[in-house]
């Protein structure tokens, strides 16, 4: 299985949009891997996991077809994860030759705003109704989708909507996408990561050096989080384990979080990043 790394920063980028501050600048001058947009990743070339503002960016740098996913997992409803405005184009009149339909997977809030947007040139019927369809999701629901079964489990995060992370399995390999949650989980969400055996794990990293006790991680609660997975049987020493979803506001910059994650056996994602498990 692979994992594409499309994008790794948190909602405002990096450099972010309007900010000077140390980490910014040095991200401008230096380019590179310091240059993060928002967070998006891709599965075995089939799984798409969330749905950001830089989703055309994304697909026309890594030369990518969407046309040709049909499972989409959407975490929570944050602009960072979900700017379904485009999902407009994915019908017959933009999209010719997209394969059957795009499944969407999301909580309400997420569903809320996929009608909303997608209303804004609305005739009935829509052409898109015919090929994206909407399938709101709870913690504990097992998704079967285009060969993965997918687990979606209750984040620890924004609590007025029921945020959501992943486990998507197939072809006997499994992987845990944690983005966005703190390390907070509740008591169902551990029960429904400790059952698993990960292939991979990709947590939280946004605050960088400054520990968060909840609605993100900072890099020691990401670190807390892979102990309590491998004394739970669930992290092995062939587990990959990534740090991703960054901010600006972690003060460090792409090098010092290559530094800390080397020394620790975790890789800090960066845009383009592409791991083989
Ligand atoms: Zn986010
Ligand atoms: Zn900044
Ligand atoms: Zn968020």
Redesign the pocket.
Known sequence: MKILYMGTASAEGWPGLFCSCDICSHARKEGGRNLRTRTQALLDDSLLLDFPPDTYCHAVQYGLNLGGIHTLLVS?S?M??WFPTDLIHRHEHFGHNAGGVLNVYGNEAVEKSFYEHILIDRFKPHPIDSCVHFYVTHGGDIIHSDGWEIIAVPAD??HREECLVYICKKDGKTVFYGH?TGRGFSAEAWELLTREKYDLVSLDATMGKKPTPSYHMGLPDAEATFQKLEESGCISSQTVKVVNHFSHNGEMTHEQLTAWGAERGILAAYDGMAVEF
């Open positions: 929570h944050h960072d994860h995060h924004d966005d």
